[in-house]
């Protein structure tokens, strides 16, 4: 083994991408599982990269013979094996195998939260599948009323295991849809925005928490249930509120297990109050715009840092007043995006910066190919979303 500690990458995808980009600089080693010219791999040539799925027990096992610290860039991973290598050799894995296990089951998820006395959202596991699905999706309707979401418990993303039942009427094609999954039922809430808030978290020896660091708050837009836009700071959400999304995701990280970054979606209902909606235990889609807005600490940077037990920064501050970041999704066509590309390239502001982000994957229909943050010096969020605003209709346009 090198003495300079190597950190193993579970999957190579634009999270990775970008975490080689700010390990660069550090000169930091990264070595990737993941298939053949994947993201990461692109910008990261190295003879310690590994071609395979990083779902494959065996291959997790030999990028672990050769690191020091093993991370992942998706909670969908084999917990199993990570298990065995945290527990029997001397790489340390981060987070740790219990979040990730956690995690990956959104149900239990939640229902270890309500147990922490975090505020979620009420859910019901749905038992069987035809006939007893049909009838335990009736008693949630009865029992939730319409509308309500149905979750599949593992594996989704993007609100690909999601489904919105609306009424009676959506029941028999939920079970048609959904009877293959392992599913839970959660109530609709009827949010008036989502935020969400990175923290990142270090802990002692014997596990307890160390430090908890929160970046400020963001505003999440989602449309078709894929993250589309986010808002720093929250356009209208009270600073009340921002800074009680803070607090609680605070309260969930201290929860957890292990050192990283961890991201924490909730949602504000009309009142004003936060409910947790759902824990990312690594670098999140919410989080690209530190990447310019705290370029001190990306959450890139952020993740390098804690799980190396380095020393993190005493608060994370923005640099800008304000930062818009849209991503650029895959439309009908290969090419759909490149206009959008093009005039994000061609635009300068007055103390504004656009910034454009290519993760190097092949276009598709609603694939999150790219993303675009826009920041302003001085510009308030409004003034910024102004000038955002011809990259945020072109962006629109290719989802039509
Ligand atoms: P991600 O890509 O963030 O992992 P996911 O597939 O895990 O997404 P969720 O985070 O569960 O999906 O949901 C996606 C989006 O759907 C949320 O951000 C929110 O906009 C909406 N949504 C989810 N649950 C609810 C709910 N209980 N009430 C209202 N809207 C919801
Ligand atoms: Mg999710
Ligand atoms: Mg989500």
Redesign the pocket.
Known sequence: MSPKPVIGLLGGGQLGRMLCQAAAPLDVEIAILDAENAPAKQVNHNNRNINGSYKDAEKIKELASHCSVLSVETEHVDTTVLEEIATTTKVAVCPSWKTIRLIQDKYEQKAYLASKGIPV?ESVAIEGSGDAMLASLKAVSAKFGYPW?L?ARKD???????MKISGEADLEHAVAEFGKFSCYA????P?QC?LSVLVIRTEDDDGQTKRLLPYPAVETV?ED?ICSRVYLPPRTTPASACEQAQKVAGDVVDKLWGRGIFAV?MFVTQDNQILV??I?PRPHNSGHLFIEAVPYMSQYKAQLTSILDQTLPPKIEPYVASSIMINILGGANPDSHLPLVEKAKSMYGDKMAVYVHLYGKESKPSRKIGHITVTGLVASIAELEEFAKPLVDMASDIRQ
């Open positions: 959202a979401m979750k989704s993303y993007d609100g690909r295991g999601n959660e109530k609709f809430v949010f989502e989602h249930n979606e909606n759902e990312a």
